[in-house]
């Protein structure tokens, strides 16, 4: 980003009950909140949807529903690009395309947000037979425009692809289609069907919102968003740090598979959880222990509060993994994300079912159903946890997770 941007008790627990506990999260993740819009439960983009209407980043209409299908626009969409990445737009952002009216003071929507992206090289106009200097802010923006500024607002620097790279598309004309093959690589396009898709169509309020969440994930402070490397990615780094000698209830393996699980289904981003298991744990109690003892399943030291409180004890990891990234949710989103597990938990001994014991209205004082307002990793310090450079430690880490791209 440039600088104008910032177990073992476990293992009494059968096999059968994580089997179980993933079929019927399967069979109940459409269940849940009544706050969810009405017309996007059963589709392909729920997650998506939700986590960004969540972080205020789309909104709905009057009637409830969010029309995932309906096109958008050149101005909605520099809009919806400013808030996901978190692009600073002010006042002093003059808009110089002539095609764009002024919004005056009190608002920033269009101009200020399409300035911005002008600043940031995100977006240059469009040329027509009037000529250059006009970005048609009330277009159908197409597929592959979205696609462009998208991959030009990546938070890190992508890969390019090898030349045996075969990007679904093809050659579909300059410059587009150079730039989705190198979104495709990175992972930019993951889960957003192609094939058969012509790229010049208009993009939909779905796809547009599918893409800001994988985006997201080119963020090396974002919380949410969608990691573009794989579960092997995670333990690849876990055995950079530590060869052997962890004391996890599963394999190294197959920890990373839940925390890759349940942070898609909540929209948490799956490098951010690891790391912060491996900061907590100090890489599977191989390094050091403390308050929290392996047996515990007890990934984030949730309920620790030091001075030898040991905190919560789960029966098995995959319930540790779930407290650990609903407890995130709580942090994250201002209202109960729309999934079953999102709920709190009695703090038993050990807890056998999913959930998170600490998930309350009550908790931090607030009065609301969430927490909200932690965006990344660096607002969690001072919240998770006291100390002022616990944010800081995990944007480290995160920075030597690899993203295996081209898969």
């Known amino acids: 980003m440039n600088s104008a941007r910032a177990g ?9 009950v994580i089997t179980t506990l993933m079929a019927v999260g399967v069979l109940l993740l459409f269940a849940g909140s009544a706050s969810a819009f009405s ?34 626009t050149r101005q909605q969409f520099a809009k919806m690009l400013a808030l996901a990445m978190r692009i600073p737009v002010s006042e002093e952002d003059a808009c ?12 920033l929507y269009p101009d200020n947000y399409i300035a911005a992206l002008w600043r940031e090289s995100i977006v240059t106009g469009v040329t027509s ?6 970005f048609k802010p009330g277009d159908q923006i197409s597929l592959a425009q979205l696609i462009t500024m998208c991959t030009r607002a990546s938070g890190r620097k992508l890969a390019e692809p090898s030349s045996s790279y075969k990007c679904t598309w093809g050659n579909f004309g300059a410059p587009h289609w150079a ?28 796809e547009a919102a599918a893409l800001l969440f994988n985006l997201m994930g ?49 929209g948490i981003r799956a490098d951010v959880a690891w790391v912060q298991m491996c900061h907590e744990t100090a890489f599977g109690w191989a390094i050091m222990q403390g308050d929290v003892r392996p047996e515990q399943n007890n990934f984030a030291g949730i309920g620790a509060t030091g001075g030898g409180v040991p905190g919560n004890t789960f029966a098995t990891a995959e319930l540790g993994v ?7 949710a709580w942090y994250v989103y201002p209202d109960h994300f729309d999934d079953p597990y999102c709920r709190m938990v009695d703090s038993e001994t050990p807890i056998t079912i999913p959930g998170d014991p600490r998930h309350s209205s009550n908790f931090g004082g607030n009065g609301r159903a969430h927490c909200g307002g932690v965006r990344t990793v660096l607002d969690l310090s001072g919240k998770w946890a006291t100390g002022s450079g616990y944010g800081a430690k995990l944007k480290e880490m995160m920075a030597q997770v690899p993203v295996t791209c081209g898969w």
Request: proline share 6%; charged share 25%; glycine share 10%.
């Open 179 to 206: 730039i989705a093959r190198t979104a495709q690589y990175n992972g930019l396009l993951r889960e957003i069907p192609l094939a058969g898709v012509n790229p010049w169509r208009p993009a939909t309020r779905g």
């Open 96 to 107: 110089p395309f002539s095609d764009v009216a002024p919004s005056g003071p009190g608002s």
């Open 218 to 266: 080119t963020d090396p402070e974002a919380v949410c968003g969608c990691f573009l490397g794989s579960s092997s990615d995670l333990v690849k780094y876990f055995r950079s740090k530590v060869k052997s000698g962890e004391k996890f209830s599963v394999s190294v393996e197959e920890l990373a598979r839940l925390y890759d699980v349940y942070c898609r289904r909540f």
């Open 322 to 328: 779930i407290a650990q990234v609903v407890h995130l």
């Open 8 to 16: 073992i008790a476990g293992t009494r627990v059968k096999r059968a």
């Open 39 to 72: 017309d996007v439960k059963l589709n392909s983009y729920y997650v998506q949807i939700q986590v960004m209407s969540q972080l205020k980043v789309v909104d709905g209409f009057g009637d409830g529903r969010f029309r995932p299908d309906e096109p958008v």
């Open 129 to 134: 037979t009037a000529g250059s200097g006009l």
